[in-house]
């Protein structure tokens, strides 16, 4: 077998989550591409590839012991920052796959609290989607959303004047400008607009934290009054009404759905939009959960 035909069957073995197989096909593929005639790109590539399974697995049992994960992520960390490296010697400036492996590191560094080099890493990630991906693409969506969850950690307060914007043009992304809404991503996002620590302000808003931290915990409803029209047509689309778009999507299933109803529920019903649809939303989600039919009051 070529090293190709080994990183292809790497690929499908990541796809149905066998990561440790998925791991052990990418080594024999990097390993075997050492011994072919062969491009520099190619090899950034093959550690590119390496390092995404290790932070899978990293991520894929918490209950694993820190220290496992510990070492998944110190093999990714020094696996992705070679490939970067690789990747620059070579000329690649604004190449796509420069972006993505980029995109690995800032996850990686993320979930080794390496905030301010992972921020970095986004932005310089972001700069290059939109250039070879387009504003729109899914590329530009979930490195939004990623930054986001970099900034939440590193600079809360940051988070909370530059989130709203940032996660707001995400959604759209996922929401308006794609065939198959991907309810993952979606349900992600409306996570992240439900943190404690996004009190959203609008522009100007008096910067007296200190003097208002309750008022600060609470969601600014004029901040989500945007994110209502996407919510809405997400419904029309888990409903089927909006013709050349579906949620069907092989990862998908009722879980899903039900979260998505829950955040959004939840969401409507903070920016007072509408209070009836967000109880109907919240009792469907409970409904998909295997619950009994609530009442819910005002």
């Known amino acids: 077998p070529t090293s190709a035909l080994l990183s292809n069957v790497g690929n499908v073995y990541l796809a149905l989550g066998q990561l440790h197989k998925a791991q052990e096909q ?12 062969h491009k520099d790109d190619k090899v950034a590539g093959a550690l590119a590839e390496l390092a995404f399974v290790k932070l899978k697995l990293a991520e894929e049992n918490p209950y694993q012991g820190q220290q496992q994960i510990a070492s998944y992520l110190d093999e990714a960390k020094e696996l992705i920052t070679e490939s970067v490296q690789l990747y620059r010697s070579i000329g690649y400036r604004t190449h796509s796959m420069l972006g993505k492996a980029l995109g690995s590191m800032g996850k990686i560094l993320y979930l080794r609290r390496e905030y301010h080099p992972a921020l970095k890493a986004w932005d310089e990630a972001l700069s290059i989607f939109h250039t070879r991906m387009g504003k729109n693409s899914l590329y530009v969506a979930g ?23 940032m996660l707001l043009h995400a959604l759209t992304k996922y929401v308006l400008h794609q065939d198959v809404v991907d309810l993952k991503e979606v349900n992600e996002i409306l996570q992240l607009l439900l943190s404690d620590d996004l009190p959203f302000k609008q522009a100007g808003e008096a910067k ?20 209502v029209p996407l919510l809405i047509h997400c419904d029309r689309v888990l409903r089927g009404e909006i013709v050349g778009q579906t949620s069907e999507h ?5 879980r899903f759905v ?8 939840h969401l409507l019903w903070l920016s007072g939009s509408d209070n009836e649809m967000a109880k109907s939303w919240v009792q469907e989600s409970v409904l998909l959960w295997g619950g009994q039919q609530i009442h819910l009051h005002e």
Request: negative net charge; charged residues 25%.
């Open 250 to 254: 092989p990862n998908i299933d009722v």
């Open 208 to 227: 007296q934290e200190d003097q208002q931290s309750d008022k600060n915990n609470q969601q600014n409803p004029k901040a989500l009054e945007p994110f």
């Open 258 to 265: 039900a979260e998505f109803y829950q955040h959004a529920g």
């Open 143 to 165: 490195a939004l959303k990623d930054k986001v969850k970099v900034l939440v950690a590193m600079d809360p307060k940051r988070a909370s004047k530059e989130a709203a914007t």
């Open 26 to 37: 990418y080594s024999q593929a990097y390993q075997m591409l050492l011994t072919e005639p």
